[in-house]
């Protein structure tokens, strides 16, 4: 059964979309000591209102950075931009289930050599996902509805992450359960303990004095929460 699985790697993944744009690979390389991988948030004004950034940023940045860039892709139509985003140098893409195509997207990124990504909003259900578990290396709930930076935890999708986690364990697949929305030192805690293993930041690392610092302590939380989750002995 899960509990007796091993754990899999923890990471912070900092979220750009809180850095200041007019720097951003200085934003990168504020991050890079303290973690390897980079969340990278693109927008079409469609699929949510914002607009941020296309698969020329990605490139320049790719010039700058060795990190791995975990690029979630909040577009109605991810299967135009899946190409150009492998090419700009994006090494996972991450699209939403709510699109539908899901097998063929999950192909296509396969075939493009990418790491294979799915995301599901706070209201989309775990049978939504479920038919996929097998197609891919990722599995990000949203714990926030997207769109914007710096909104409050949903705690209500953590039994839907616990759904994720649990199922990939079943099923022996190394599948990562990522969540992205809200996430700090104090958030985490419960979303580790929930099975997710990698944690989008980006208000609570950009947003605070020292990002390094500010990952660090996301990690050692999450680090905590699993060695003793809440209840258990300290
Ligand atoms: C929201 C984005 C998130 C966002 C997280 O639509 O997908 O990655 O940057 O920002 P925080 O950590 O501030 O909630
Ligand atoms: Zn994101």
Redesign the pocket.
């Known amino acids: 059964m899960p509990a007796t699985q091993p754990t899999p790697e923890l990471r912070v993944a900092p979220?750009i979309?809180?850095a200041d744009f007019g720097c951003l690979s200085d934003a990168v390389d504020q991050v890079a000591p303290a973690t390897e991988w980079l969340?990278v948030?693109v927008m079409d004004g469609h699929f949510?209102p914002n607009i941020t950034i296309g698969p020329p940023v990605v490139s320049s940045l790719r010039r700058h950075s060795e990190l791995f860039f975990d690029t979630?892709l909040?577009i109605t139509d991810p299967g135009r931009y899946l190409e150009p985003f492998r090419d700009a140098g994006s090494d996972g893409c991450t699209v939403h289930v709510e699109v539908g195509d899901t097998a063929a997207l999950c192909a296509q990124m396969r075939d493009l050599g990418l790491r294979v990504g799915l995301a599901a909003n706070p209201d989309t259900p775990f049978a939504d996902i479920e038919p996929f578990l097998g197609l891919v290396d990722l599995v990000l709930c949203m714990t926030?509805f997207?769109?914007?930076?710096?909104?409050s935890f949903i705690a209500d999708v953590l039994p839907k992450v616990r759904q994720v986690r649990d199922a990939v364990t079943a099923a022996g697949l190394p599948v990562d359960v990522e969540v992205?929305?809200?996430?700090d030192e104090h958030t985490v805690e419960e979303a580790a303990r929930s099975g997710a293993n990698v944690f989008?930041?980006?208000?609570?690392v950009y947003g605070r004095d020292d990002p390094v610092e500010a990952v660090r302590a996301i990690m050692e939380a999450a680090r905590e929460a699993v060695a003793a989750p809440a209840g258990g002995p300290s």
Request: no cysteine; glycine share 24%; aromatic share 4%.
């Open positions: 979220s979309l809180s969340h948030d949510v979630h909040m926030v997207p769109g914007f930076g710096g909104q992205d929305g809200g996430i989008v930041a980006g208000s609570a």
